[in-house]
């Protein structure tokens, strides 16, 4: 059935790949809007960007911040302050001409150092209290009110979802060019207040209170917010009312005089005074920010000092907000720009924008901008798929990718205009997956066979390599030079019997793991895992250039990598690898029902013994004449002339010590003379010298030969006493495998 089906695809190639990518088109456009999709988080995350690489640029402020400080904090005590302090604040601002005062900040309980509050706790013990002529000094919160009444301030207010509370009557009328906006924009059901004294007083009230972000991060403020059918400005644009003088503001609501109906009622403007403002149809503007903050940063505590002409000349004719930056207040938020910004600068953030009529726009026609932008991309990207290569798809893509990019970004560089590009790139990027995975489906069967029988035996990249050049696989046996690798655990049936099965499946994993990515880095062939033993080879099913050097370098790599493995482990543990080379037979063996990609022949027999030699010499590698002779620029050491088991020819076999940086220093240039000084004497049976040359060895040579020359120094002390016969080649027969 499979076959059949893919035999009818191949014949609608084209259709199939078309089908394909429509298919994903509409799926990603669908799942775009469904209420999982981060397609918003991302888009913000782009904008966030956009901001970062331009934010807007800085120009003198229209604002003025008087900052409650940890100075001014240490200076006047803890907050809340008295509210005659606060009312010095108002009454200094008004003084110095300000044009607005508006309050980032919430008055909601009585001042508790007012002396109106001592007066009644003693009244109500009994105690008979004369009064000044004018009493109402001795409330704190009417002093402060009274400096509300006189001077052009907005007090602050919250709207939030966790309260009940009824706000105060708005300050403020509206009129309305369009639908009454009561009919769409969100409702709060409540509010933190001032106390009633202040509101009554204060010319203007604003809403300051940030909507809440999932990640946090304020990039968009409503310049109206709604309790029940009651409206509220936000603290920036009444601050700018009370400054200009005006009694109201103006909505502008879709289906207005001159305003486009899209059917869906929102808000498009909010109009005060001389400014108009463009907003989304919930009323929000989105905050475009400067580098660094513009508006005079002037703490309450220098404000209150002495007479200071810079001071008028940074006030007079200024919005000014109070606000605080001070760390134990909390009034820190995240921009796009910044991770903790004081509340407050946000507000005057808007306002600056606001006076310079400089504003980011997401126009109501731009979702359906980007999926138009998204459909035709994606269109562009499967145009092409069917005829051209693959990497000429991927350029395709790519540049389909960059076009959405550049376009965004075009946008908001010269117009101010936030586009996203992600709907887009992404709608290309998975169009452009899938069908070229239909593609892959369709004309790559044999591909699809070579990697899921060569997948566990070669790296990812020699798999590419017979994918893309599947005529250099022979699938039956064949002769070829492999050079072979053995490597097992030392000791490991000690280390077993101390684990758990679980224990010691962990174990084996991790070291077959490391072991095993250093082999396939190095272009070798993994043949199998026996127990702790691996068994590798190079130059099969591909030609390996190089395979004995390679394989040398495998096995220094492998030494580094089980260094970085002992350094996580209590005890750390020792391999033996062993290499020789040869003709071997290698293929698919095995049963009809069961093969594997194996190599057979004398070569991997001798290649097995020689790793086992290295327990007997104590060394971490040995390495047969087969593969050394063609090893250059390596720290290696001729070890001995063995028998191994099994066979009577002997074969010379070296040790590697390190790598080229090793192999070029004075230390071990000194070493390797010494040391073939050694072997000549030895094996031309001048037993004294070579004696007096092994004695030297074992005081300076490394750590790491002891053993081996323990094993030189045994076999010298029998032929000092029974020398080998005369004709004796300097062999050694090995009786163990």
């Given at each position: 059935?499979?076959t059949?089906?893919?035999f009818?695809?191949?014949?609608?190639?084209?259709l199939?790949?078309?089908?394909?990518?429509?298919?994903?088109?509409?799926?990603?456009?669908?799942?775009?809007f469904?209420?999982?999709s981060?397609?918003?988080r991302?888009?913000a995350?782009?904008?966030?960007?956009?901001?970062?690489?331009?934010?807007?640029?800085?120009?003198?402020?229209?604002?003025?911040?008087?900052?409650?400080?940890?100075?001014?904090?240490?200076?006047f005590?803890?907050?809340?302050?008295?509210?005659?302090?606060?009312?010095?604040?108002?009454?200094?601002?008004?003084?110095?001409?300000?044009?607005a005062?508006?309050?980032?900040?919430?008055?909601?309980?009585?001042?508790?150092?007012?002396?109106?509050?001592a007066?009644?706790?003693?009244?109500?013990?009994?105690?008979?209290?004369?009064?000044?002529?004018?009493?109402?000094?001795?409330?704190?919160?009417?002093i402060?009110?009274?400096?509300?009444?006189?001077?052009?301030?907005?007090?602050?207010?919250?709207?939030s979802?966790?309260v009940?509370?009824?706000?105060?009557?708005?300050?403020?009328?509206?009129?309305?060019?369009?639908?009454?906006?009561?009919?769409?924009?969100?409702?709060?059901?409540?509010?933190?207040?001032?106390?009633?004294?202040?509101?009554?007083?204060?010319?203007?009230?604003?809403?300051?209170?940030?909507?809440?972000?999932?990640?946090?991060?304020?990039?968009?403020?409503?310049?109206?917010?709604?309790?029940?059918?009651?409206?509220?400005?936000?603290l920036?644009?009444?601050?700018?009312r009370?400054?200009?003088?005006?009694?109201?503001?103006?909505?502008?609501?879709t289906?207005?005089?001159?305003?486009?109906?899209?059917g869906?009622?929102?808000?498009?403007?909010?109009?005060?005074?001389?400014?108009?403002?463009?907003?989304?149809?919930?009323?929000?503007?989105?905050?475009?920010?400067?580098?660094?903050?513009?508006?005079?940063?002037?703490?309450?505590?220098?404000?209150?000092?002495?007479?200071?002409?810079?001071?008028?000349?940074?006030?007079?004719?200024?919005?000014?907000?109070?606000?605080?930056?001070?760390?134990?207040?909390?009034?820190l938020?995240?921009?796009?720009?910044?991770?903790?910004?004081?509340?407050?600068?946000?507000?005057?953030?808007?306002?600056?924008?606001?006076?310079?009529?400089?504003?980011l726009?997401?126009?109501?026609?731009?979702?359906?901008?980007?999926?138009?932008?998204?459909?035709?991309?994606?269109?562009?990207?499967?145009a092409?798929?069917?005829?051209?290569?693959?990497?000429?798809?991927?350029?395709?893509?790519?540049?389909?990718?960059?076009?959405?990019?550049?376009?965004?970004?075009?946008?908001?560089?010269?117009?101010?205009?936030?586009?996203?590009?992600?709907?887009?790139?992404?709608?290309?990027?998975?169009?452009?997956?899938?069908?070229?995975?239909?593609?892959?489906?369709?004309?790559?069967?044999?591909?699809?066979?070579i990697?899921?029988?060569?997948?566990?035996y070669?790296?990812?990249?020699?798999?590419?390599?017979?994918?893309?050049?599947?005529?250099a696989?022979?699938?039956?046996?064949e002769?070829?030079?492999?050079?072979?690798?053995?490597c097992?655990?030392?000791?490991?049936?000690?280390?077993?019997?101390?684990?758990?099965?679980?224990?010691?499946?962990?174990?084996?994993?991790?070291?077959l793991?490391?072991?095993?990515?250093?082999?396939?880095?190095?272009?070798?062939?993994?043949?199998?895992?026996?127990?702790?033993?691996?068994?590798a080879?190079?130059?099969?099913?591909l030609?390996?250039?190089?395979?004995?050097q390679?394989?040398?370098?495998?096995?220094?790599?492998?030494?580094?990598a089980?260094?970085?493995?002992?350094?996580?482990?209590?005890?750390?543990?020792?391999?033996?690898?062993?290499?020789?080379?040869?003709?071997?037979?290698?293929?698919?063996?095995?049963?009809?029902?069961?093969?594997d990609?194996?190599?057979?022949?004398?070569?991997?027999?001798?290649?097995?013994?020689?790793?086992?030699?290295?327990?007997?010499y104590?060394?971490?590698?040995?390495?047969?004449?087969?593969?050394?002779?063609?090893?250059?620029?390596?720290?290696?050491?001729?070890?001995?002339?063995?028998?191994?088991?099994?066979?009577?020819?002997?074969?010379?076999?070296?040790?590697?010590?390190?790598?080229?940086?090793?192999?070029?220093?004075?230390?071990f240039l000194?070493?390797?003379?010494?040391?073939?000084?050694?072997?000549?004497?030895?094996?031309?049976?001048?037993?004294?010298?070579?004696?007096?040359?092994?004695?030297?060895?074992?005081?300076?040579?490394?750590?790491?030969?002891?053993?081996?020359?323990?094993?030189?120094?045994?076999?010298?002390?029998?032929?000092l006493?029974?020398?080998?016969?005369?004709?004796?080649?300097?062999s050694?027969?090995?009786?163990?495998?």
């Open positions: 059935m499979l059949r089906l893919l009818l695809a191949r014949r609608r190639r084209y199939a790949i078309w089908s394909a990518g429509l298919v994903v088109i509409a799926l990603v456009i669908a799942a775009a469904s209420p999982f981060p397609l918003d991302l888009n995350l782009v904008f966030d960007t956009y901001q970062k690489l331009k934010p807007r640029e800085a120009t003198e402020s229209a604002v003025a911040v008087i900052d409650i400080d940890d100075e001014s904090i240490r200076q005590g803890q907050w809340p302050w008295s509210r005659t302090v606060l009312a010095s604040v108002i009454d200094r601002l008004a003084a110095e001409g300000a044009a005062i508006g309050l980032d900040i919430i008055l909601s309980e009585p001042d508790r150092t007012s002396p109106a509050l007066v009644a706790q003693l009244e109500n013990q009994g105690f008979q209290v004369t009064y000044p002529s004018s009493a109402s000094d001795l409330d704190h919160d009417r402060l009110a009274a400096s509300f009444a006189k001077a052009p301030v907005v007090a602050g207010l919250v709207l979802e966790g009940d509370t009824p706000p105060p009557p708005a300050k403020a009328g509206f009129a309305f060019a369009g639908e009454n906006p009561a009919a769409y924009l969100p409702s709060f059901p409540g509010s933190v207040r001032n106390l009633p004294v202040l509101d009554e007083a204060a010319p203007g009230l604003g809403v300051f209170s940030f909507p809440r972000q999932e990640d946090g991060v304020v990039r968009q403020i409503p310049l109206i917010s709604r309790q029940g059918e009651n409206l509220y400005p936000a920036s644009i009444e601050s700018l009370v400054a200009q003088g005006a009694s109201s503001f103006v909505i502008k609501s289906g207005a005089s001159g305003e486009f109906d899209t869906q009622p929102g808000m498009t403007a909010l109009k005060v005074g001389e400014f108009e403002v463009p907003t989304g149809a919930d009323g929000r503007i989105w905050v475009y920010y400067t580098r660094e903050p513009t508006s005079p940063l002037i703490p309450v505590h220098r404000l209150l000092g002495d007479p200071d002409p810079e001071l008028t000349s940074q006030i007079e004719g200024r919005v000014v907000l109070i606000g605080t930056s001070a760390v134990g207040l909390r009034d938020v995240a921009t796009p720009l910044t991770a903790g910004f004081p509340g407050v600068l946000v507000h005057a953030a808007i306002i600056d924008q606001i006076v310079n009529q400089k504003f726009t997401r126009p109501d026609w731009a979702i359906g901008f980007e999926i138009v932008v998204a459909i035709g991309l994606g269109l562009l990207v499967l092409f798929l069917p005829w051209l290569s693959t990497t000429a798809n991927a350029v395709i893509a790519a540049g389909a990718i960059a076009v959405s990019i550049g376009f965004g970004w075009f946008a908001f560089a010269n117009y101010d205009l936030l586009l996203s590009p992600i709907l887009p790139a992404q709608t290309s990027l998975l169009a452009y997956g899938v069908a070229s995975g239909v593609r892959l489906l369709l004309s790559e069967s044999e591909s699809r066979y990697r899921g029988a060569f997948a566990h070669l790296s990812p990249a020699m798999v590419e390599e017979l994918v893309e050049n599947p005529d696989l022979v699938l039956g046996g002769n070829r030079e492999l050079t072979i690798l053995f097992d655990i030392r000791s490991f049936t000690t280390i077993s019997e101390t684990m758990e099965p679980t224990e010691l499946t962990v174990f084996l994993n991790n070291f793991t490391p072991m095993t990515d250093v082999l396939m880095e190095k272009g070798a062939t993994i043949d199998k895992y026996i127990g702790d033993a691996i068994m080879f190079w130059n099969a099913p030609d390996v250039p190089q395979h004995r390679r394989a040398c370098e495998s096995v220094l790599a492998m030494l580094d089980l260094e970085k493995l002992n350094a996580t482990l209590e005890k750390p543990v020792r391999i033996g690898a062993g290499l020789n080379t040869g003709i071997c037979c290698v293929g698919n063996l095995g049963s009809r029902q069961r093969f990609y194996s190599a057979i022949g004398d070569s991997v027999n001798v290649g097995s013994r020689i790793e086992g030699l290295t327990k007997q104590g060394l971490s590698n040995l390495i047969a004449e087969s593969t050394a002779r063609e090893v250059e620029g390596l720290a290696m050491l001729e070890v001995d002339k063995v028998m191994v088991v099994g066979r009577d020819e002997a074969t010379l076999v070296y040790t590697l010590l390190g790598g080229r940086e090793r192999a070029a220093q004075e230390d000194e070493l390797k003379r010494q040391h073939d000084r050694f072997l000549a004497s030895y094996r031309s049976m001048r037993f004294d010298e070579a004696a007096n040359d092994l004695a030297l060895l074992r005081k300076t040579g490394p750590e790491q030969l002891a053993k081996m020359y323990a094993e030189y120094q045994h076999r010298l002390d029998a032929y006493v029974t020398p080998p016969a005369a004709d004796w080649d300097g050694w027969r090995a009786e163990h495998k």
